[in-house]
């Protein structure tokens, strides 16, 4: 086993000679999921004429040694693995297995990339160690076509319109990137508009979310605020 029963010794309560504490032996075991390294802590105890003998019997987690990308045409393997938080020769917890896969798909949403579909497979190989593969199919890229702003009577459109990402597609969008469909940016063009308003001094302005629909003529989405 890769970590030494000497530092589970030095960071529990319970020592020999101590009166059995239920309370010390169920912080004992938060204690020891703590350190990290364990997927699995339990109790076993053993009546002896000297008293009770308590073992922490504990699972390690297992070592990621072989790590895989595949179905990327569009994104990068180092841009990829600048957003995942799984990486070969580190104990891997299945938290991070699929907190990298969520960033993985928000990786692809912030490119425009919309209904990509990411999964995982988890192959174990030698006693304590796994392989982890993510498999993507990558969508479209998708393109906002119109913004409309409406109710605004203080504040210039374009003076707006300029200032928010969402923005239509324009003829150099493949190299500038503008219009690119982010979900996440376009809801928050909502704050920065009010943020906007609330710079100019109207205290009481209400934005609601973006209607978005997809216009089929256009190929294309309508952002409405």
């Known amino acids: 086993k890769r970590v030494e029963k000497e530092l589970i010794q030095i960071n529990i309560d319970s020592k020999a000679g ?13 204690t ?18 000297d008293g009770l003998v308590l073992y922490y019997v504990v699972d390690e987690k297992p070592v990621l040694v072989d790590l895989r990308v595949s179905g ?9 693995q600048e957003v995942i938080t799984v990486s070969e020769g580190k ?6 297995v699929v907190a990298s896969k969520v960033a993985i798909e928000k990786l692809y949403a912030q490119k425009g990339l919309v209904d990509t579909d990411v999964s995982y497979e988890i192959e174990p190989l030698d006693v304590g160690t796994i392989g982890v593969r993510y498999n993507i199919r990558e969508g479209e890229t998708a393109y906002i076509k119109e913004v409309d702003i409406k109710g605004n009577e203080n504040l210039d459109d374009d003076y707006l ?9 324009g003829f150099f969008s493949f190299l500038s990137k503008k219009g690119l469909y982010n979900l996440e ?3 928050r063009d909502s704050e920065r508009i009010r943020a906007f ?5 109207f205290l009481d302005v209400n934005v609601s979310s973006p209607e978005i629909t997809y216009d ?3 190929e294309g989405y309508k952002v409405v605020f």
Do not use: H, W
């Not at 308003?197 to 001094?201: I, Q, S, T, V």
């Open 18 to 30: 101590d009166v059995f504490s239920a309370e010390k032996i169920r912080e004992d075991i938060e």
């Open 32 to 49: 020891i999921y703590g350190l990290g390294y364990f997927e699995n802590v339990a109790v076993e105890y053993e009546e002896t004429e």
């Open 72 to 80: 990327n045409d569009d994104i990068k393997d180092e841009d990829i």
């Open 91 to 96: 104990i891997v917890d299945m938290r991070d």
């Open 161 to 169: 319109k300029e200032r928010i990402y969402s923005k239509p597609k």
């Open 185 to 187: 940016e376009i809801n």
């Open 197 to 201: 308003y609330l710079d100019k001094g």
């Open 216 to 218: 089929q003529e256009k």
